[in-house]
T-cell receptor, first 112, second 111 residues
Framework: DTAVSQTPKYLVTQMGNDKSIKCEQN?????MYWYKQDSKKFLKIMFSYNNKELIINETVPNRFSPKSPDKAHLNLHINSLELGDSAVYFC???????????FGPGTRLLVL | EDKVVQSPLSLVVHEGDTVTLNCSYEVTNFRSLLWYKQEKKAPTFLFML????IEKKSGRLSSILDKKELFSILNITATQTGDSAVYLC???????????FGTGTRLQVFP
C-alpha cells in the first residue's frame, strides 16, 4: 500500500508550458507539503497545507500554485515553465506536527 | 522494491547521553546515502555518504556507511536539547536519481 504517491514520476516538457504534479496520501493526515530538491540534495519547502488551508508559502514564484481539493490531495500547478524549474519535487504528509513526515517517491521535472 | 528502514522510530534520552540511529536499505544500483535533520520546516542536510567505511564527522555528529551490510548509523555524542528533531535517512539510486526516504527517527532530548 503506497502511503504517499505522486504522479507523474517523470515529466519532460518544453519551456513555457504549463504542467501539474499530483500528490495523494492515504494516511489520513491533516497536513501536506511540497518540497523542491536542488542539485545539491538540499530540500526547500515550497508550500504546506493543513486541512485544505495554506499555512506555509515560502518565497516561490507565483507561477507555482498549489491546489488542495481535499485533505488527501495536494496538487502543484506550474505555469510558464522555465529551465530553472528543473528539479525533483517531493510531496510529503504528516499528522499534527511537522516533524514526522512521510515522503512521496518524487517527481523529476526536466524543462528543455 | 527499493526501501529504506530506520530504527528506532522514537528515542527519548537525557542531555549528555550518546545515541545511535540506524538506517538500513535495499536499493538497486546504490549511489549515496544522506542524513537530514528535521525540526520545524524543511529537513536540513547533515551528511552524504558514498564510500563504505569512511566516517563523516561534524562536531558531535558522525556517520558511517557499510555498503556490504547495507546500513548506516548516525551517532550523536553528548546530546543537547537542541538535538531534538526527526532524523531522516534517504538513499539515492543511479536508476532513478531520486531520493528514497525512510520514515525517520524522532529523537527527544530532555534536560
Amino acid at each position: 500500500d503506497t502511503a504517499v504517491s505522486q504522479t507523474p514520476k517523470y515529466l519532460v516538457t518544453q519551456m513555457g508550458n504549463d504542467k501539474s504534479i499530483k500528490c495523494e496520501q492515504n494516511l489520513g493526515h491533516d497536513t501536506m507539503y511540497w518540497y523542491k530538491q536542488d542539485s545539491k540534495k538540499f530540500l526547500k519547502i515550497m508550500f504546506s497545507y493543513n486541512n485544505k488551508e495554506l499555512i506555509i508559502n515560502e518565497t516561490v514564484p507565483n507561477r507555482f500554485s498549489p491546489k488542495s481539493p481535499d485533505k488527501a490531495h495536494l496538487n502543484l500547478h506550474i505555469n510558464s515553465l522555465e529551465l530553472g524549474d528543473s528539479a525533483v519535487y517531493f510531496c510529503a504528509s504528516s499528522q499534527d506536527t511537522p516533524e514526522t513526515q512521510y515522503f512521496g517517491p518524487g517527481t523529476r521535472l526536466l524543462v528543455l | 522494491e527499493d526501501k529504506v528502514v530506520q530504527s528506532p522510530l522514537s528515542l527519548v534520552v537525557h542531555e549528555g547521553d550518546t545515541v545511535t540511529l540506524n538506517c538500513s536499505y535495499e536499493v538497486t544500483n546504490f549511489r549515496s546515502l544522506l542524513w537530514y535533520k528535521q525540526e520545524k520546516k524543511a529537513p536540513t542536510f547533515l551528511f552524504m555518504l558514498t564510500s563504505s567505511g569512511i566516517e563523516k564527522k561534524s562536531g558531535r555528529l558522525s556517520s558511517i556507511l557499510d555498503k556490504k551490510e547495507l546500513f548506516s548509523i548516525l551517532n550523536i555524542t553528548a546530546t543537547q536539547t537542541g538535538d531534538s528533531a526527526v532524523y531522516l535517512c534517504a538513499v539515492e539510486s543511479y536508476n532513478t536519481d531520486k531520493l528514497i526516504f525512510g520514515t525517520g527517527t524522532r529523537l527527544q532530548v530532555f534536560p
